[in-house]
Nanobody, 122 residues
Framework: QVQLVESGGGVVQAGGSLRLSCAFS????????LAWFRQAPGKERGFVAV????????SYADSVEGRFTISRDNAKNTVYLQMNSLKPEDTAVYYC???????????????WGRGTQVTVSS
């Protein structure tokens, strides 16, 4: 079992920045890939970014490439999503997810957090 708890969401103006954190725990959680997904009202949950177990490999959705950065600190059992140059279309609930596979689609992921709301005002 892996437990995930997100934090750091809030309201920010367009062009601003936020850093999301996800604390993970579980006996082998440091061996898992960790990802961020997001879901806006009326839309499907979509991929944002993923980092492998060591932090040495990452992948991003085209819509956030160059603006968002995913990283992890296994000593602190935390994964981060630094979000810069935020746009109103980034408004969504952001979810942290974990799985042994390094994937870009939600059904791959076995474990999920409850999400944190990010609202970007224009």
């Amino acid at each position: 079992q892996v437990q995930l708890v997100e934090s750091g969401g809030g309201v920010v103006q367009a062009g601003g920045s936020l850093r999301l954190s996800c604390a993970f725990s579980g006996r082998t959680s440091s061996n898992y890939a960790l990802a961020w997904f997001r879901q806006a009202p009326g839309k499907e949950r979509g991929f944002v970014a993923v980092v492998n177990w060591s932090g040495g490999r990452t992948s991003y959705a085209d819509s956030v490439e160059g603006r968002f950065t995913i990283s992890r600190d296994n000593a602190k059992n935390t994964v981060y999503l630094q979000m810069n140059s935020l746009k109103p279309e980034d408004t969504a609930v952001y979810y942290c997810a974990a799985d042994k596979l390094f994937g870009r689609v939600a059904p791959v992921y076995e474990y999920w957090g409850r999400g944190t709301q990010v609202t970007v005002s224009s």
